[in-house]
């Protein structure tokens, strides 16, 4: 070993308590989607048709959550959807799962560093952005390197801030829809207004669809978490069992304040919806609708939070996603190995914020670059969720088919196999319809370019698993020899 210590390739440590886990989980389903981008699908949709979509969704979400809770809860590897692709389907599968994955993940964290630039400026705009885009670069690897445990517990106090947030607002609009305070809403006309309610009918469902899809990117990374859990058998179940009751709670009730508060075509939905600002929230109209003359302050604060919290998140679920891919000879060994004082993958850290950097620079060296970097990884948390519920389908059948009884699981997703059959339906109609209208009309007048930078992630999915398995000769793993016995490294 090394004088540095990261010469071990040893396991991670299992340092993550079920508090940890559990705001970890909740802090994946609450994030700009919910504080910026929920106004904007009210502005497109209309309440009703928001909360449909959103209802869509969030049942989706909750069958991806349970089908991962009941591998994790049986296998707990850092690697998740990734490693459980590999063990329960194919080997290119999990290859090509796990290195789509960490892209994402890795482009992801440049983003939000981007973006933590943007929200800054709202009260320093003299100060250049690339500064405070640097600092929470070096920040959130500060604390991933520190240990697992530092990671959960950061998530822990940034996950509380959001959810107080969330109440707030929740508390707030209700006592304002029950006409409380001195604002007075016309709550029924805002409901209904435009078709009932459905103001973009079926067109503007469907948009939203795709928004309220990456409102909840990041929920399945409570499963990379669970290979660090001093407890999965208990963690996982308890985190996974309150999904339903936060999407319930957090997303339903919250477009449903908005809708009833906010008449669709107010101008600040409208300005979010028609120019992605992130500078504007829903959250932010309504607390000053109820009088709090500080609203834009505090939210932004919140949203900067979050911001934050995500890029923290990305960051810890790429380099574990790297260090699982070392540890299945699927990456170079070097990152496979963890610091033997921490536990942390120290190599995969670093690989990823020097990607994650690379490609934050690119933002100012090639705009293009970047652009094609980011559209890239788009795609990806999404092809992830296919990969999930494909996986969830192929493991609960192979342990059928291998004699086992169901009593053996700690933790049992219901609704099999309707929930992943659901899950992976949604997740390829949100794939296919990210950008229907690129294909309008004939082949030759087609939106080329658009179609290359949304759908960009597909061939570069299919490139990894085809040329793997021509070099490997893999093949579909029968159900009789799928290896189910339980594992318990990171």
């Given at each position: 070993?090394?004088?540095?210590?990261?010469?071990?390739?040893?396991?991670?440590?299992?340092?993550?308590?079920?508090?940890?886990?559990?705001?970890?989980?909740?802090?994946?389903?609450?994030?700009?989607?919910?504080?910026?981008?929920?106004?904007?699908?009210?502005?497109?949709?209309?309440?009703?048709?928001?909360?449909?979509?959103?209802?869509?969704?969030?049942?989706?979400?909750?069958?991806?959550?349970?089908?991962?809770?009941?591998?994790?809860?049986?296998?707990?590897?850092?690697?998740?959807?990734?490693?459980?692709s590999g063990h329960f389907v194919d080997d290119a599968f999990g290859f090509a799962m796990?290195?789509?994955?960490?892209?994402?993940?890795?482009?992801?964290?440049?983003?939000?560093?981007?973006?933590?630039?943007?929200?800054?400026?709202?009260?320093?705009?003299?100060?250049s952005t690339w500064i405070w885009s640097v600092i929470v670069l070096v920040l959130i690897l500060a604390i991933n390197l520190t240990s697992g445990k530092a990671y959960g517990e950061s998530e822990f106090w940034m996950a509380?801030?959001?959810?107080?947030?969330?109440?707030?607002?929740?508390?707030?609009?209700?006592?304002?829809?029950?006409?409380?305070?001195?604002?007075?809403?016309?709550?029924?006309?805002?409901?209904?207004?435009?078709?009932?309610?459905?103001?973009?009918?079926?067109t503007g469902m469907l948009a939203v669809f795709m928004v309220a899809g990456f409102s909840f990117q990041g929920t399945e990374i409570v499963g990379i978490a669970a290979g660090e859990s001093v407890n999965?058998?208990?963690?996982?179940?308890?985190?996974?069992?309150?999904?339903?009751?936060?999407?319930?709670?957090?997303?339903?009730?919250?477009?449903?304040?908005?809708?009833?508060?906010?008449?669709?075509?107010?101008?600040?939905?409208?300005?979010a919806a028609n120019n992605s600002d992130i500078t504007v929230s829903p959250f932010t109209t309504v607390f000053q609708k109820a009088g709090l003359a500080a609203a834009?302050?505090?939210?932004?604060?919140?949203?900067?939070t979050s911001v934050i919290s995500s890029a923290n998140s990305w960051l810890y679920a790429a380099s574990r996603m790297l260090y699982s891919l070392a540890q299945e000879k699927h990456a170079p060994k070097i990152f496979g190995r963890a610091n033997i004082k921490t536990g942390v993958p120290v190599p995969a850290v670093l690989a990823t914020v020097v990607i994650g950097a690379f490609a934050f620079l690119t933002s100012f060296a090639g705009p293009d670059i970047y652009f094609y970097l980011v559209a890239a990884s788009g795609l990806s948390g999404f092809i992830a969720w296919v990969g999930i519920a494909v996986a969830h389908f192929r493991f609960r059948r192979a342990f059928i088919a291998q004699g086992h009884d169901l009593n053996e699981l700690k933790?049992?997703?219901?609704?099999f196999p309707i929930g992943p059959i659901i899950a992976l339906v949604l997740s390829i109609v949100i794939i296919i319809g990210q950008d229907l209208?690129?294909?309008?009309?004939?082949?030759?007048?087609?939106?080329?370019?658009?179609?290359?930078?949304?759908?960009?992630?597909?061939p570069l999915f299919f490139i990894l698993y085809f040329s793997y398995k021509a070099v490997k000769k893999t093949k579909l793993i029968p159900l009789k020899e799928v290896d189910l016995t339980p594992r318990k490294r990171g």
């Open positions: 070993m090394s004088n540095d210590g990261t010469e071990q390739t040893g396991d991670l440590k299992r340092t993550l308590k079920t508090r940890h886990l559990s705001m970890i989980a909740l802090g994946g389903t609450i994030g700009t989607g919910l504080f910026v981008a929920s106004g904007a699908t009210v502005a497109e949709a209309g309440p009703m048709g928001a909360l449909l979509a959103y209802a869509a969704i969030g049942v989706m979400v909750y069958f991806l959550m349970t089908g991962l809770g009941e591998m994790s809860a049986y296998m707990p590897l850092s690697g998740s959807f990734a490693a459980f796990g290195w789509n994955y960490w892209f994402n993940a890795a482009i992801t964290v440049a983003v939000e560093a981007a973006t933590v630039g943007v929200l800054m400026s709202f009260w320093l705009p003299h100060v509380a801030i959001k959810v107080t947030a969330v109440l707030a607002f929740l508390v707030i609009g209700l006592i304002t829809i029950f006409g409380v305070l001195s604002y007075k809403p016309d709550v029924m006309h805002n409901l209904t207004a435009g078709n009932h309610g459905f103001v973009g009918g079926i999965p058998e208990k963690a996982v179940p308890t985190a996974v069992r309150q999904v339903f009751w936060r999407i319930l709670i957090f997303y339903f009730f919250s477009i449903f304040v908005i809708g009833a508060l906010v008449y669709y075509k107010d101008p600040t939905l409208l300005r834009a302050s505090i939210m932004n604060a919140v949203i900067l933790y049992q997703a219901k609704w209208s690129s294909f309008s009309g004939p082949i030759a007048n087609w939106n080329w370019s658009g179609i290359v930078t949304t759908y960009l992630a597909l």
